[in-house]
């Protein structure tokens, strides 16, 4: 079993940069795909990004590629989530959570673990 937890949440400026990590703080990542999600109020959880257990596969939903970058080291069993150029309507509790498959990346059901979830707010 996989114990996940996130750090790195806060407030920041329209613009500005943030770095998420998710850490398993039990268990390893050992064959473990990661991926972020965010929920804002109201609203459902939607997928951010995913990476493969090797790191050589990454997804991004639209709305994200080119600002948002997903890497993991799994020496020290951390996954991260660089977030730039950040967007007040990108404000949500972000969530990494871990699956043992090689697709389906962006669907929640997919996951097995998740961890507690983390706020970003960004601010106009």
């Known amino acids: 079993q996989v114990q996940l937890v996130e750090s790195g949440g806060g407030l920041v400026q329209a613009g500005g940069s943030l770095r998420l990590s998710c850490a398993a703080s039990r268990g390893t990542f050992s064959g473990v795909a990661m991926g972020w999600f965010r929920q804002a109020p109201g609203k459902e959880r939607e997928f951010v990004a995913g990476?493969?257990?090797?790191?050589?596969?990454?997804y991004y939903a639209d709305s994200v590629k080119a600002r948002f970058t997903i890497s993991r080291d799994n020496a020290e069993n951390t996954a991260y989530l660089q977030m730039n150029s950040l967007k007040p309507e990108e404000t949500a509790v972000y969530y990494c959570?871990?699956?043992?498959?090689?697709?389906?990346?962006?669907?929640?059901?997919?996951?097995?673990?998740w961890g507690q979830g983390t706020q970003v707010t960004v601010s106009s």
């Open positions: 990476i493969s257990w090797t790191g050589s596969n990454t």
């Open positions: 959570a871990a699956h043992y498959y090689s697709s389906g990346y962006a669907s929640p059901e997919r996951y097995n673990y």
